[in-house]
């Protein structure tokens, strides 16, 4: 049996904080007394064949936190140090961590200031795939694959609802478009793949009692690269230059049923909401909007005559829950227009 030391440094289970810190007492055959850091006085009894989870404190900021950009190089790889460390790196807005060739990605629910601008994101671009845990390296290690290796490459996001999926595609795809442009220009084929997420969103997600933009169906998005011709040292990197040709979205397992039924609290898919929303904007005499007003009775003569009392829908009413907090379901319904007709090639 392992001996420890007085004063040794560890974790144990807590009902509320899941994990506290702690340190060894005394240890014999028969038992480890423990104290708690909150609390000094406090005494808990192991007993001598439960695990120990020791505790370190491997690199730390001035705040005395683990921030630890990939939990392989943690002293203990164990559950409360890897829970720990991701927690303290959340606290200071670091929702990237690797753990070896994978990224884990922390939901902030919240905009971090410059975590994606623009000039983050050319600054990934123009550098070699590094040790900063962020979604834009990752895009860049599979881009560089893409064009230095010549090899078709696999971007797998999995979490549960809620975790932050939908958005990291994004963030992949927008690298992934943008990759190449050296002299900044998005060509039309890019803008595309950039602009069909609202129109699929609209039509496959829906408001849950986890997330108010949850995706109800899986998709396999297929991006198609070709060189451009030119090295990429306008990049400011070694290497070959690809430029996204084309690309192609595979859906499948739709949930059909929310279409005719909701449970409380939840919404059926967006869609149908926006565009209630707009008709009955666009049957009002209210001028103080006039261009939006005839960007929507433009779409309505199209298509939605008829939408615009939400009440009359049995399929829409199914929840008490109609409109989603901060967002307007008009302007959504605008930039889906929009967007609409982005991709049929029309201008708006
Ligand atoms: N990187 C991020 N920065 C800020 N907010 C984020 C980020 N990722 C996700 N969110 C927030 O969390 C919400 C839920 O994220 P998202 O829809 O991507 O989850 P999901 O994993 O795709 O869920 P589902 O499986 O239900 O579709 C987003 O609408 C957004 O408000």
């Not at 797998?156 to 958005?167: D, P």
């Not at 943008?178 to 220009?185: P, T, V």
């Not at 939408?307 to 049995?314: H, K, N, P, R």
Request: proline share 3%.
């Amino acid at each position: 049996m392992q001996t420890y030391a007085q004063g040794t440094e560890i974790w144990i289970k807590h009902e509320e904080e899941v994990w506290i810190q702690a340190e060894i007492v005394t240890a014999n055959d028969k038992e480890i007394i423990v104290k708690s850091n909150e609390d000094p006085n406090s005494r808990i009894v192991l007993g001598p064949h439960e695990p120990i989870f020791l505790r370190t404190s491997d690199v730390f900021t001035s705040e005395g936190l683990s921030v630890l950009d990939d939990l392989c190089q943690l002293t203990h790889l164990h559950e409360p140090a890897v829970l720990s460390s991701l927690q303290n790196r959340f606290d200071i807005d670091k929702i990237y961590t690797f753990t070896g060739p994978i990224l884990i990605a922390l939901n902030p629910f919240k905009g971090i200031p410059n975590l994606y601008d623009e000039d983050v994101l050319r600054s990934f671009m123009s550098t070699k795939p590094s040790s900063k845990p962020h979604v834009f390296n990752t895009a860049n290690a599979t881009y560089r694959g893409i064009c230095d290796r010549k090899k078709s490459q696999t971007v797998l996001i999995s979490g549960e609802s809620g975790a932050g999926k939908t958005e990291t595609t994004k963030f992949v795809m927008k690298f992934l478009a943008m990759a190449g442009a050296s002299d900044g220009e998005v060509t039309n084929v890019e803008k595309q793949v950039l602009e069909s997420n609202p129109l699929l969103e609209a039509f496959g997600n829906a408001r849950t009692l986890r997330n108010d933009n949850s995706s109800r169906f899986g998709k396999f998005i297929e991006l198609q690269f070709r060189s451009s011709g030119k090295d990429a040292a306008s990049l400011g990197v070694a290497g070959e230059n690809c430029r996204l040709c084309g690309a192609r979205i595979q859906t499948y397992l739709l949930e059909k049923v929310r279409v005719c039924d909701q449970q409380e609290g939840e919404r059926n898919y967006h869609l149908f909401y926006e565009a209630c929303a707009a008709a009955a904007l666009a049957s009002q005499s209210n001028y103080s909007y006039p261009q939006r007003i005839q960007n929507v009775k433009k779409e309505l003569t199209l298509n939605l005559e008829g939408f615009s009392d939400l009440s009359t829908f049995a399929y829409l009413t199914r929840s008490s829950c109609k409109t989603l907090k901060d967002v307007d379901d008009i302007e959504m319904f605008e930039r889906r227009i929009h967007v609409r007709h982005c991709l049929s090639g029309a201008k708006t």
